[in-house]
Nanobody
Framework: QVQLVESGGGLVQPGGSLRLSCVASGSIFRWVPMGWYRHTPGNQRELVAQ???????NYADSVKGRFTISRDNAKNTVYLQMNNLKPEDTAVYYCNHGSRPWNWGQGTQVTVSS
């Protein structure tokens, strides 16, 4: 079973930036699409960014033009660069398989507030 460890969250003012990282265990990482999801209380987990094993990206409309997903297959790591953050981006962010999630990691809290 793949284990996922997210990091990089924190408290940031509106308009600020954060870079999230996620390290995955195992050798399957380089062969699968990966995604960043976010979850807020009372809502379903939302896929905000996805990257194929070949590097093709896709974004939710709510983050398009502000977030950038990337991956380093040599390091089993996927990143999410978040710019121009808004209060509505506040959530716990998780990485996982881009279409068929494995078990979830602990996530990393992102809070956007002045």
């Amino acid at each position: 079973q793949v284990q996922l460890v997210e990091s990089g969250g924190g408290l940031v003012q509106p308009g600020g930036s954060l870079r999230l990282s996620c390290v995955a265990s195992g050798s399957i990482f380089r062969w699968v699409p990966m995604g960043w999801y976010r979850h807020t209380p009372g809502n379903q987990r939302e896929l905000v960014a996805q990257i194929t094993n070949g590097g093709v990206t896709n974004y939710a409309d709510s983050v398009k033009g502000r977030f950038t997903i990337s991956r380093d297959n040599a390091k089993n790591t996927v990143y999410l660069q978040m710019n121009n953050l808004k209060p509505e981006d506040t959530a716990v962010y998780y990485c996982n398989h881009g279409s068929r999630p494995w078990n979830w990691g602990q996530g990393t809290q992102v809070t956007v507030s002045s």
